[in-house]
Structure formats: C-alpha cells, structure tokens
T-cell receptor
Framework: KQEVTQIPAALSVPEGENLVLNCSFTDSAIYNLQWFRQDPGKGLTSLLLIQSSQREQTSGRLNASLDKSSGRSTLYIAASQPGDSATYLCAVPPSGSARQLTFGSGTQLTVLP | EAGVVQSPRYKIIEKKQPVAFWCNPISGHNTLYWYRQNLGQGPELLIRYENEEAVDDSQLPKDRFSAERLKGVDSTLKIQPAELGDSAVYLC??????????FGPGTRLTVT
C-alpha cells in the first residue's frame, strides 16, 4: 500500500527566503507525482506534475524534483512571498494504478511579511 | 474554461439526517473523483468514475454512502444516515485523458 509522508507539517519563514518542502513515498513504482496548493476553505490547485521519466519540473518560482529510486520529491519555492502562504500537498498514484492519487497530509506554509 | 463546480459549499445537518452533494466536472473530462478530506489530512479517494461507470468504489462506505453519475457528466454523492464522523470536506475532481486532476472548491459538511 502506497504511503505518502510530508515533512515538515508546518513551516513559517520570512518573506524573500528560499524554501524546500519534502515528500516521501513508500512504493517507487509510480507513474507520476503531483504537487498541489490548497488555500483555507478552498479546493486543491495543481502546481506541478512530474512524469516518472522526468527528474524535475519548473513553473515560475516553483521547482519540483523527483527521485523515484529513493522515493522522494522536493518542492523548491524561490523568493517566497506572503501570497505563497497555503498548504502544499504532494500526491502519487497508489501501487498499480495510474489514475488515482494517494495524498500526503501536507505542509502548512506561512510566509511572514 | 469553467472549473469543477460543487454545491452546496457548506452544509450543517443533524446526525441521522440524509445529505447530498452535487458535482459538475469540467466539460469533456471523462474521469470523475469524489474525495473526503478530514481536518489536517490529505484527501482520501471515495469513488472514481470513468464516464458513467464506477471503476473503483472500494473506499466508499456502502452501508450509508451512495453515488451516481448520470449520463457520464454530473455526479451526486449521498450519505444516509449521516454520522458525526462524516464531518469533513467532500471534494470532487475531474480529469481528461491525461493524469492531471482538477479539483472543485469542496463541500464542507458539519454533522451535529
């Protein structure tokens, strides 16, 4: 059974700092990995999707890396802004599936002005 | 492009009462998901539809939960009767032929 862990559970940083969020998963036979953002009281917004054949994906100030062999992914946020404050979740398909997702519990990020 | 639409956004009911949630996916998305998200946790899949067929409902508590997706478009998730432990956010997501999922804003259910 695929299990996803995110560390830390919460993170508070001053504005402008670069930061890294971590995600680990137990079954490395994944099709892809997604990072989502969730604002309070809102649904999830997809940030980045990394295919299993890729090692990283970039979108603006966000960079996500994937190391399948070690079962890890990181989300790097450059020059953080107060608007980046949200919960960040990573998700991978469960073992043997491509179209479903198993989520971590998320990292709650607060960027202080 | 309109996103995934869910209603209601909030619902408060007493235990043992029935409740229903509605989801309208993004046009053209064949795959539809219902997730439940407890406070401080990530979403957990309840059921997945491919068009009008439920292809994975192994996590759906079938004694009280039911779902349908008529004509392979809109979907309804029902709980009858609701229990205190059902309080959570119920999220609907849809997906095109790719694997990326698009989520609606969710319905926050409070059972008192």
């Amino acid at each position: 059974k695929q299990e996803v862990t995110q560390i830390p559970a919460a993170l508070s940083v001053p504005e402008g700092e670069n930061l890294v969020l971590n995600c680990s998963f137990t079954d490395s036979a994944i099709y892809n990995l997604q990072w989502f953002r969730q604002d309070p009281g809102k649904g999830l917004t997809s940030l980045l999707l990394i295919q299993s054949s890729q090692r990283e994906q970039t979108s603006g100030r966000l960079n996500a890396s994937l190391d399948k062999s070690s079962g890890r992914s990181t989300l790097y946020i450059a020059a953080s802004q107060p608007g980046d404050s949200a919960t960040y979740l990573c998700a991978v398909p469960p073992s043997g599936s491509a179209r479903q997702l198993t989520f971590g519990s998320g990292t709650q990020l607060t960027v202080l002005p | 492009e309109a996103g995934v639409v869910q209603s209601p956004r909030y619902k408060i009911i007493e235990k043992k009462q029935p409740v229903a949630f509605w989801c309208n996916p993004i046009s053209g998305h064949n795959t539809l998901y219902w997730y439940r998200q407890n406070l401080g946790q990530g979403p957990e899949l309840l059921i997945r539809y491919e068009n009008e067929e439920a292809v994975d409902d192994s996590q759906l508590p079938k004694d009280r939960f039911s779902a349908e997706r008529l004509k392979g478009v809109d979907s309804t998730l029902k709980i009858q009767p609701a229990e205190l432990g059902d309080s959570a956010v119920y999220l609907c997501a849809s997906s095109p032929s790719s694997y990326e999922q698009y989520f609606g804003p969710g319905t926050r259910l409070t059972v008192t």
